[in-house]
């Protein structure tokens, strides 16, 4: 139990009107009734789609430097300041004629995103040291099962010749900010 807001349940006996179930469904009716006369809240997704913010947080990118190199170094801050515990990491220590792959001396060997217990709410890009991850606008595509959510660098790290454009997310404020080398942050 995590707080102390117990209830006890007593199990009463039904009334007669309740036994009958006759109100019960006459007020289903009624509220389904009223529904069909207001605007409608979804939209047919995928035909129909919603407007979306230039910032929305979606899925998830890994990105590489000017040069290609992934620039991840595997310190685990997006990890610890994730709230949803999604993202899981192993480092390992470049090698030496490895400099082209990986930006700092130490890479995240694997890497991944449980993208079903991810909420979206950007900490993780928030905690990055070194702009190795931003969310994108793209959706998390749907799917049967569960192992196909637990997305891994294959899916991650953005591809050499097809790069994500996060300029987007770095709004004017932000780039201030990343200016400001007294932060350990943005050294
Ligand atoms: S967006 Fe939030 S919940 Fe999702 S991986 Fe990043 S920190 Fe975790
Ligand atoms: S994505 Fe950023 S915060 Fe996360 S391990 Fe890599 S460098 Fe560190």
Not at 117 to 137: H, M, Q, S, V, Y
Request: glycine letters at 4%; a positive charge.
């Amino acid at each position: 139990m995590l707080t102390n807001r117990s209830k006890l349940v007593v199990k009463k006996d039904m009334t007669f009107w309740e036994r009958i179930y006759l109100p019960a469904i006459l007020s289903g009716i009624s509220i389904t009734i009223k529904h069909l006369f207001r605007k409608s809240a979804t939209v047919r997704y995928p035909e129909k789609k919603r407007e979306i913010s230039a910032i929305w947080r979606g899925q998830h990118v890994l990105k590489r430097d000017e040069n290609g190199a992934e620039r991840c170094t595997a310190c685990g801050l997006c990890a610890v300041a994730c709230p949803a515990e999604a993202i899981t990491m192993v480092a390992a220590e470049r090698k030496k004629g490895e400099e082209a792959l990986y930006r700092e001396e130490k890479y995240a060997a694997s890497y991944e995103i449980n993208m079903l217990r991810c909420i979206f709410c950007g900490l993780c890009e928030e905690a990055c040291p070194k702009e190795a991850i931003f969310l994108t606008d793209r959706i998390v595509s749907t799917d049967y099962g569960r192992g196909q959510f637990i997305y891994d660098k294959s899916k991650l790290v953005e591809p050499v010749d097809k790069r994500i454009d996060v300029s987007k997310r770095q709004t004017s404020a932000v780039l201030e900010f990343k200016k400001l080398k007294y932060f350990s942050h943005n050294k």
